[in-house]
């Protein structure tokens, strides 16, 4: 069974950082494009940042661009977004997600951790 | 950027009875190669989101046969046959044919 399991979620003032983490069992994300999607309370799903399969090439919204970093480590299995300047409206639920290439689509989901920026 | 609009953002219905979600994208999903790459999602309450159907019509493993998706170009539809009580919560296209990856604004099905 595939389990991805986000963490490193918490409260944090404006203008700081978090890194989050998405660890990968049943599942080797070495052969997977990976994602990141967040969800504000009580909002809809947005797309956020993606890896290919070896991190050599990243991707973010325009909205988080230059303020956050995805990188990977296959050897541990695990998927990273490191986010920096923080600011209010990246309040959200972060969910880690599985990207199917062939068929392009969102295959397997982490649970979500929580990011809340607040003085 | 591709806009996904879903209609409706909110649909009551009683079990048993058929539910029907439409999803229409900005632009053409047709990729260069020949896919479509429009799926849906469900999110129940307090759950992350799950895939439900992949490239318009086909079931991702375990999803049951009351769903089904179809449409072509800029139009899609979420079908659900017959709905029950488990099938309550948020329902989202996404498109994956151009990049960023954009989702519906989410459709909210009500028992």
């Known amino acids: 069974e595939v389990q991805l399991v986000e963490s490193g979620g918490g409260l944090v003032p404006p203008g700081g950082s978090l890194r989050l983490s998405c660890a990968a069992s049943g599942v080797s994300i070495s052969s997977y494009w990976m994602q990141w999607v967040r969800q504000a309370p009580g909002k809809g799903l947005v797309w956020v940042s993606r890896s290919n399969s070896d991190g050599s090439s990243v991707a973010y919204a325009d909205s988080v661009k230059g303020r956050f970093t995805i990188s990977r480590d296959n050897a541990k299995n695990t998927l990273y977004l490191q986010l920096n300047s923080l600011r209010a409206e990246d309040t959200a639920f972060y969910y880690c997600?599985?990207?199917?290439f062939g068929h392009g689509f969102f295959d397997n989901w982490g649970r979500g951790t929580l990011v809340t920026v607040s003085s | 950027d591709i806009v996904m609009t879903q209609t409706p953002l909110s649909s009551p219905v009683n079990p048993g009875q058929p539910a029907s979600i439409s999803c229409r994208s900005s632009?053409?999903?047709?990729?260069?190669?020949?896919?479509?790459?429009l799926s849906w999602l469900q999110q129940r309450p307090g759950q992350p989101p799950r895939p439900l159907i992949y490239k318009i019509s086909n079931r991702f493993s375990g999803v049951p046969d009351r769903f089904s998706g179809s449409g072509a170009g800029t139009d899609f539809t979420l079908k659900i046959s017959r709905v029950e009580a488990e099938d309550v919560g948020d329902y989202y296209c996404v498109q994956a044919t151009q990049f960023p990856y954009t989702f519906g604004q989410g459709t909210k099905l009500e028992i």
């Open positions: 632009q053409s999903l047709v990729h260069s190669h020949g896919s479509t790459y």
């Open positions: 997600a599985t990207y199917n």
